[in-house]
Nanobody, 120 residues
Framework: QVQLVESGGGSVQAGGSLKLSCAAP????????MGWFRQAPGKERELVSS???????AYADSVKGRFTISRDNAKNTLYLQMNSLKTEDTAVYYC??????????????WGQGTQVTVSS
């Protein structure tokens, strides 16, 4: 069973920053695209950002210019640096791996989720 382990969530005031991390098994990390999804209460899950195995990145319009996705292949770890956080960024954030699909909001493997709360 593939295990993705997230960390770094928490509470922050609007305008602040948080950095999420996701550790993945090496055999997954080395070949798969990765992504971060989020789901707020009463809303559909959305793909926040993705990064391919060769480093190509994509972002939802709502986070462009504020969030940065990156991957450390030596550490098999995915990151999401979140700056200038807004209250509407409040959600549970999920790490995902392999066949990350923006349109269908799906992926093969999922982390357990980490809560991000932004207060005004």
């Amino acid at each position: 069973q593939v295990q993705l382990v997230e960390s770094g969530g928490g509470s922050v005031q609007a305008g602040g920053s948080l950095k999420l991390s996701c550790a993945a098994p090496g055999y997954i990390f080395s070949v798969c695209g990765m992504g971060w999804f989020r789901q707020a209460p009463g809303k559909e899950r959305e793909l926040v950002s993705s990064i391919s195995s060769d480093g190509t990145t994509a972002y939802a319009d709502s986070v462009k210019g504020r969030f940065t996705i990156s991957r450390d292949n030596a550490k098999n770890t995915l990151y999401l640096q979140m700056n200038s956080l807004k209250t509407e960024d409040t959600a549970v954030y999920y790490c995902a791996a392999c066949d990350v699909d923006y349109a269908d909001r799906t992926a093969n493997y999922w982390g357990q989720g980490t809560q991000v709360t932004v207060s005004s």
